[in-house]
């Protein structure tokens, strides 16, 4: 038995189908070590809330040739396997989430293999992989920025800095763990770097710091963004009141002009707007790549609501149809039960025995019931007895018999036909046995349809079926078999021979 075993069955008591949940379920916790269970509320988009059972912890992710542990919460809807469940980054206090096609601003996962989960072809092994796939292509968290001042330099009281206590580059700015000059990362956790170094980048085993305003990159001497000086470069700084702080004072009719000994070349000044437009240019590409991801979830979203929204019009015309449907069904059967009730009025005191109890040995004794009484208010010749019935193997079942005549349109003249129609203890899923009983005036005349017994063979009989076959059709079909050919005849009476004359009479 597993390590959550028992937690994990007492967690789905309230589950639907809990015995293929936690199959699946434990399978997850067989093969990652960092997930464990636990229970916890959700709410729905209705405002409705549900204690589920929410698989929480890390997994493993491959990014960039470094292995971390991405922070999950998969909430197991109660109906698993067969709705997919609601899945979540859950960054820690040092991570921020990075919004993008797969993970929106709150962390709510999107991908293909929930949107097509289906029961037998999806599990939550298979969902745990894609996502270490799909998270070692584009990490759904990054580090938390650290917050850095630069140093305050101490100003002289000329305005100018010292140049010994001037430092033009951060030596303690907040950066993201990378990998060192080894490919190992620097710092153990949770999640890759949000912005690795580019390819113009080549300070192998240097992190990419946060950059702070006002500062150029931290390089080496071997990529140099500014030219350099022999003399250590000086900002000009507001002089304090009453005092002059310039070098080099040279008057013209127009302005004052006022140089210092190491101002920044025309090449120095291109060279930092170059690098604040670029800057600024990266800035603006990042922003548009996160607001086209946000539109695309925002699509997604937007597709899928109207997914919804015709499936659910479809269900509604579906269900107008099935009401629509009910209440005919329900008006069918109101009208038959008044035809039945206005049989049962008008055989009162006609029926020889109690149909109810005539069948109450009957398998089917409704059904049966049902169509007994439609041949009584259809046939008014035809009334219902018990009788003795033997069958060929020598059992002999007491059986309700219908009994009396059919009518019969023979060579454009209407006869009555004796007949007995024997209700199986199976009707209606078995053909009743039917017989012509002639009177004492009549002969059988056998034909293929009736032996020399009576018995009536016919094909409806044949190829009895329930819901296509009643005893209504049958007789309607004795009808016209028997208006084609006779099954009786009328007996010939016997010829009297002529009494002799008395030849003495004359």
Same mark, same amino acid.
């Given at each position: 038995?597993?390590?959550?075993?028992?937690?994990?069955?007492?967690?789905?008591?309230?589950?639907?189908?809990k015995?293929?949940?936690?199959?699946? *379920?434990?399978?997850?916790?067989?093969?990652f070590s960092d997930?464990?269970?636990?229970?916890?509320?959700?709410?729905?988009?209705?405002?409705?809330?549900?204690?589920?059972? #929410?698989?929480?912890?890390?997994?493993?992710?491959?990014?960039?040739?470094?292995?971390?542990?991405?922070?999950?919460?998969?909430?197991?809807?109660? %109906?698993?396997?067969?709705?997919?469940?609601? #899945?979540?980054?859950?960054?820690?206090?040092?991570?921020?989430i990075?919004?993008?096609?797969?993970?929106?601003?709150?962390?709510?996962?999107?991908?293909?293999?929930?949107?097509?989960?289906?029961?037998?072809?999806?599990?939550?092994?298979?969902l745990?992989?894609?996502?270490?796939?799909?998270?070692? /292509?584009?990490?759904?968290?990054?580090?938390?920025?650290?917050?850095?001042?630069?140093?305050?330099?101490?100003?002289p009281?000329?305005?100018?800095?010292?140049?010994?206590?001037?430092?033009?580059?951060?030596?303690?700015?907040?950066?993201?763990?990378?990998?060192?000059?080894?490919?190992?990362?620097?710092?153990?956790?949770?999640?890759?770097?949000?912005?690795?170094? %580019?390819?113009?980048?080549?300070?192998?085993?240097?992190?990419?710091?946060?950059?702070?305003?006002?500062y150029?990159?931290?390089?080496?001497?071997?990529?140099?963004?500014?030219?350099?000086?022999?003399?250590?470069?000086?900002?000009?700084?507001?002089?304090?009141?009453?005092?002059?702080?310039?070098?080099?004072?040279?008057?013209?009719?127009? !302005?004052?002009?006022?140089?210092?000994?190491?101002?920044?070349?025309?090449?120095?000044?291109?060279?930092?707007?170059?690098?604040?437009?670029?800057?600024?240019?990266?800035?603006?590409?990042?922003?548009?790549?996160?607001?086209?991801?946000?539109?695309?979830?925002?699509?997604?979203?937007?597709?899928?609501?109207?997914?919804?929204?015709?499936?659910?019009?479809r269900?509604?015309?579906?269900?107008?149809?099935?009401?629509?449907e009910?209440?005919?069904?329900t008006?069918?059967?109101?009208?038959?039960? /008044?035809?039945?009730?206005?049989?049962?009025?008008?055989?009162?005191?006609?029926?020889?025995?109690?149909?109810?109890?005539?069948?109450?040995?009957?398998?089917?004794?409704?059904?049966?019931?049902?169509?007994i009484?439609?041949?009584?208010?259809?046939? !008014?010749?035809?009334k219902?007895?018990?009788?003795?019935?033997?069958?060929?193997?020598?059992?002999?079942?007491?059986?309700l #018999?219908?009994?009396?005549?059919?009518?019969?349109?023979?060579?454009?003249?209407?006869?009555n036909?004796p007949?007995?129609?024997?209700?199986m203890?199976?009707?209606?899923?078995?053909?009743?046995? #039917?017989?012509?009983?002639?009177?004492?005036?009549?002969?059988?005349?056998?034909?293929?349809?009736?032996?020399?017994?009576?018995? *009536?063979?016919?094909?409806?009989?044949?190829?009895?079926?329930?819901?296509?076959?009643?005893?209504?059709?049958?007789?309607?079909?004795?009808s016209?078999?028997f208006?084609?050919? !006779?099954?009786?005849?009328?007996?010939?009476?016997?010829?009297?021979?002529?009494r002799?004359?008395?030849?003495?009479?004359?």
């Open positions: 038995m597993g390590q959550y075993d028992a937690q994990v069955r007492q967690q789905l008591s309230k589950y639907k189908h015995d293929l949940a936690q199959r699946d *379920i434990l399978n997850v916790f067989a093969s997930l464990k269970p636990k229970i916890d509320k959700y709410a729905f988009s209705d405002g409705s809330v549900k204690d589920l059972l #929410c698989i929480d912890g890390t997994i493993p992710v491959h990014y960039k040739g470094a292995k971390y542990n991405i922070p999950v919460c998969i909430y197991v809807m109660d %109906t698993h396997p067969y709705n997919p469940p609601m #899945c979540f980054v859950r960054p820690t206090k040092d991570m921020l990075k919004p993008s096609k797969n993970v929106d601003a709150n962390g709510r996962i999107y991908l293909p293999y929930l949107h097509e989960w289906k029961f037998s072809n999806s599990d939550l092994i298979g745990i992989q894609v996502m270490s796939v799909v998270f070692g /292509e584009a990490s759904p968290v990054y580090a938390k920025p650290q917050k850095a001042s630069p140093p305050r330099p101490t100003y009281p000329w305005g100018y800095p010292h140049p010994q206590q001037f430092n033009p580059y951060p030596t303690n700015s907040g950066f993201m763990p990378m990998p060192n000059a080894s490919g190992q990362p620097q710092n153990s956790g949770y999640y890759p770097p949000q912005n690795p170094p %580019t390819s113009s980048y080549q300070l192998s085993g240097y992190p990419y710091p946060v950059l702070a305003p006002g150029p990159y931290n390089q080496s001497s071997s990529i140099t963004p500014y030219p350099t000086n022999t003399q250590p470069q000086m900002t000009t700084a507001k002089p304090p009141p009453g005092s002059v702080n310039m070098d080099v004072l040279a008057m013209n009719s127009d !302005s004052y002009i006022v140089k210092s000994q190491n101002s920044l070349s025309d090449d120095q000044v291109r060279a930092s707007i170059q690098s604040a437009v670029e800057d600024k240019l990266k800035q603006t590409k990042e922003g548009l790549q996160q607001i086209k991801s946000e539109i695309a979830v925002l699509t997604e979203t937007q597709n899928k609501l109207k997914q919804d929204q015709e499936t659910l019009e269900m509604t015309n579906e269900l107008e149809q099935q009401h629509a009910v209440e005919q069904n008006a069918l059967l109101m009208r038959k039960d /008044e035809e039945i009730k206005q049989v049962l009025n008008k055989m009162e005191g006609q029926q020889e025995i109690d149909i109810d109890e005539a069948l109450s040995k009957y398998k089917h004794k409704d059904l049966a019931q049902r169509d009484l439609n041949v009584f208010a259809s046939f !008014s010749g035809l219902p007895k018990s009788d003795e019935y033997a069958f060929n193997d020598g059992s002999v079942k007491d059986l #018999c219908i009994d009396g005549t059919i009518p019969v349109h023979y060579k454009g003249a209407k006869y036909i007949v007995c129609i024997y209700v203890d199976t009707h209606p899923y078995n053909p009743p046995m #039917c017989f012509v009983r002639p009177t004492k005036d009549m002969l059988i005349k056998p034909s293929k349809n009736v032996d020399a017994n009576g018995r *009536i063979y016919l094909p409806y009989l044949h190829e009895w079926k329930f819901s296509n076959s009643d005893l209504i059709g049958l007789i309607q079909v004795m016209v078999v208006g084609e050919a !006779s099954p009786v005849y009328a007996k010939p009476q016997r010829a009297t021979a002529p002799p004359v008395d030849s003495d009479s004359n």
